[in-house]
């Protein structure tokens, strides 16, 4: 979920300002050996207020009546008294932690979606609250398996107390005051990326302008000028929570080291079944298989830029960061007039015809209410239509997935959730999936659909989450998560690569696609733009909040540092100068919003795999890239069957268990692409590729 980093019920989405956020329990070591190494490293004797207070009552209840025997009566918050806990086997431990987390998940997460459905200074108390008593109780939990330590236990206990001391992004501190200042915080910087505007001119003339409008201007304008105002305008919104952001880092510091990390970064990394240093080299290796293709693409891009905007195409070899039809130049899908391949080969215009299809409904809703309504009236009209359509493109996508033989979703999806952008209230448009309960008999979206390629295939993402939440609803609340944090970003992706034009035209977004490489290389370079794009922004921003968490980035660098990363991983530059009065970071949602993103690059990889073995599931012959296993109940039967362990064991199992193997390789990634790269090393043959990695400021 988008806020509190206590539990892992919401997830988002990378592209644009979407969070496929959650509340998280997102990591699941293989055992306890790594943590407690750590502990051993870094614990303290820290006594906070709460264990003072309660040792000073105990001396007087001592003094009054010495020969009384310890209080077997549970506290006034339904834990436990002292007795009871001691009493206590680690299996009954796990099992109360489980139902106490049910019991008080409805109402945290609650707390949470109003924050994001309606942004005030009153559902940021409630949610900052709400993150308070939960981290709390999360931190009471971690602190009494401590006893547990060296005991003999279950295996599925031993990694479930694993889960519980691994389970938040947002560590808090133990000292009560800095929680309650953790939280605010956190709750203060996402109210303000929710909030956030650009605006033009005074008086009468003053216009402002949020996220989605000034997306739809790197979207839909190939102006080189009115790219970079309204690139410049939203990277404003972020400059105030640069003392917010120092201040955040420096406490969830602290409370890592509470639980035994150097900081928040080695927490991050601890939750893969692997040690933090072997989950960074392995990202390494994955990136070192992917990278030439991505130059490949990169190279291809910048060929075409140059051309668009001679002279401004490119800066040192780097693609200018405001050209990219993106904010973050994550997905570069929006640039599919200036980079398709062959533009009179095959129509691949999913965007135009999502555009006719609400078109259409529009028309359809002013006849029937009459043309003649007064302004107001024709707004609400047109609200009714666009509702009407969001909800149909999300019917589409639960379509794919029922016909694998997974349930129609739960009748409250369609009350519950989100679907467009309301006119009368602030919401967090950062597309998101909500479980909202632990048998996830509530489970919700929360986005600003429009009629959009991008925020299509948006939807079906977002329901890989919705429906891993149904499978996994069985599992013990501690289980309930996927096997780790990127298998749950590569769901519904999996599924977006069998989007297919074949499948695409079975559903009338795209015309018939004739045969040949024109055609093949055209349906490649619409997947790559998206896909292989994000591979090094994926990477890069923990990249830069490791840096930020360890202290080798200090604040009065913060700004140089990003630039630089997305210099050396993207290829990518600002072209006006980017210093410190800036925090380019916060203008992505997942830095305020604290939402770990190694996830997002590890799904790029696993999707492929994934795919590879459902379309070999679904019994596919023939070239990767032309499987989609739609409709393929087999393949349906294999998928479920994963999904439904959730995090309840270690992810090579589960990774084995469907794919045959234990390890993440990208060599499906490649095998997908491979006519693309193909095409790409013949298009940029002579031309001088890669680029000087200087940030540009």
């Known amino acids: 979920m988008t806020r509190v980093r206590g539990s892992r019920r919401a997830h988002c989405c990378p592209r644009r300002h979407r969070a496929r956020c959650h509340l998280r329990l997102h990591r699941a070591p293989t055992s306890l050996r790594g943590f407690r190494a750590a502990t051993r490293r870094h614990r303290r004797s820290i006594v906070n207020q709460a264990t003072r207070i309660a040792l000073a009552v105990a001396a007087g209840l001592a003094l009054a009546a010495c020969s009384r025997a310890p209080s077997t009566a549970p506290g006034p918050d339904g834990t436990p008294s002292q007795a009871q806990l001691e009493k ?25 979606w109003v924050a994001s459905t309606y942004i005030n200074g009153d559902s940021e108390l409630l949610a900052s609250k709400g993150n308070e008593r939960f981290l709390a109780r999360t931190q009471q939990w971690v602190e009494q398996s401590r006893r547990f330590e060296g005991k003999e236990m279950s295996p599925a206990t031993e990694r479930a107390i694993g889960l519980l001391r691994l389970g938040t992004a947002m560590p808090p501190p133990r000292d009560p005051a800095k929680l309650s200042e953790l939280t605010r915080l956190a709750s203060r910087m996402e109210g303000m990326y929710g909030r956030g505007e650009y605006c033009t001119g005074e008086g009468e003339a003053r216009s402002c302008r949020q996220l989605g409008a000034l997306e739809d201007v790197l ?19 972020s400059m105030p929570m640069r003392e917010d952001y120092t201040r955040f880092v420096s406490l969830v510091n602290e409370g890592a080291r ?3 990390f150097a900081d928040a970064g080695e927490l ?25 293709l991505y130059e490949q693409l990169h190279c291809y891009a910048r060929t075409r830029l140059e051309a668009k905007y001679p002279g401004r195409g490119s800066i040192n070899g780097m693609l200018p960061a405001h050209l990219m039809g993106n904010m973050w130049q994550q997905d570069w899908s929006n640039l599919w007039s200036l980079l398709a391949p062959y533009p009179r080969a095959s129509q691949l215009d999913v965007s135009g015809a999502l555009e006719r299809q609400f078109q259409a409904t529009l028309n359809e809703h002013l006849v029937r209410e009459s043309a003649l309504l007064e302004t107001d009236g024709r707004v609400e009209v047109a609200r009714g239509a666009h509702l009407e359509h969001a909800r149909a493109m999300t019917r589409k996508a639960e379509e794919f997935y029922t016909s694998l033989g997974m349930p129609a979703l739960p009748d409250d999806y369609w009350t519950n959730t989100q679907f467009i952008k309301p006119r009368d209230r602030d919401v967090v448009c950062h597309a998101s999936a909500w479980q909202m309960d632990a048998d996830a008999t509530d489970v919700r979206t929360k986005m600003c659909i429009k009629p959009n390629e991008e925020d299509f295939t948006t939807i079906y993402h977002e329901l890989g989450h919705v429906y891993y939440y149904l499978a996994y609803g069985h599992q013990p609340p501690l289980f309930q998560n996927g096997a780790h944090d990127g298998f749950h970003e ?12 074949a499948y695409l035209q079975s559903i009338g977004l795209v015309e018939g696609q004739a045969p040949g490489e024109e055609a093949l290389i055209n349906a490649q370079m619409r997947m790559a733009l998206s896909k ?19 202290g080798s980035i200090t604040p009065d660098n913060y700004n140089r540092a990003w630039w630089e990363l997305k210099a050396r991983y993207q290829g990518v530059a600002p072209v006006t100068p980017r210093g410190e009065e800036f925090f380019d970071p916060g203008a992505k949602y997942h830095v305020p919003g604290n939402t770990p993103y190694t996830r997002y690059f590890l799904s790029h990889v696993l999707q492929f795999q994934f795919y590879k073995a459902l379309c070999d599931a679904a019994g596919h012959q023939g070239p990767l890239n032309e499987c989609s296993f739609a409709g393929n109940e087999a393949a349906g039967a294999k998928f479920w069957a994963m999904l439904s362990k959730g995090n309840s064991q270690p992810w090579q199992q589960t990774m084995r268990e469907l794919t045959g193997g234990e390890q993440m390789d990208a060599s499906a990634v490649l095998e997908y692409f491979a006519p693309l790269q193909t095409w790409l090393v013949e298009q940029n043959e002579g031309r001088t590729c890669g680029w000087r990695a200087s940030a540009g400021m």
Do not use: C
């Open 268 to 292: 991050w990394r601890a939750g893969y079944d692997m040690t933090p240093v072997e989950l960074s080299a392995e990202t390494d290796r994955l990136w070192s298989q992917v990278e030439p």
């Open 258 to 260: 509470d639980l035994g």
């Open 88 to 112: 206590e086997t680690a299996d009954e431990f796990i099992a109360r932690v489980n139902t106490e987390f049910a019991q008080l998940m409805p109402e945290y997460t609650a707390s949470q």
């Open 219 to 237: 979207r839909d304008s190939r102006d080189y000028d009115r790219q970079l105002d309204a690139w410049q305008g939203w990277h404003t919104i």
């Open 532 to 550: 292989v794009a994000f591979l090094p922004f994926g990477l890069m921003i923990d990249r830069w909040r490791w840096g930020v968490f360890d």
């Open 490 to 501: 590569a769901i519904g992706d999996t599924i977006v690569l069998a989007m297919t034009p």
